[in-house]
């Protein structure tokens, strides 16, 4: 799997979350978006190391997105990655608050 696969899963992923009016979407597609720039930064040759950042993409959005698949199954999500998508199902994403010692960079 590559980071243009991770993309393709993003993608199929955002178009559930929208049908489905997910809160969690807002999230997810900054993450899509990011991980597009990322994809974009590849083919333009700007990392030295491309294979490294491309396994590193890959594996971070591995991490968030079985979490994501978890917390849309009702599993238990370890913190800190099931914060924003549990706070999400009960508030307004413009109303989340910051997790606890994310002012202190703990996170």
Not at 5 to 22: F, N, P, S, W, Y
Not at 26 to 42: D, N
Request: proline content about 7%; hydrophobic content about 40%.
């Amino acid at each position: 799997m590559g980071i243009d696969d991770v993309i393709e899963r993003m993608t199929a992923l955002a178009a559930e979350l929208r049908r489905d009016r997910d809160a969690r979407l807002a999230f997810h597609g900054t993450y899509l978006r990011t991980t597009e720039a990322v994809a974009q930064a590849l083919r333009d040759g700007a990392f030295a190391d491309p294979e490294w950042v491309d396994r590193w993409d890959v594996a971070f959005a591995q991490l968030y997105l079985d979490a994501l698949d978890a917390g849309r199954r009702g599993d238990p999500v370890p913190e800190p990655a099931g914060g924003a998508p549990r706070a999400a199902r009960h508030e307004r994403p413009h109303q989340l608050r910051p997790a606890p010692g994310a002012a202190r960079g703990d996170q």
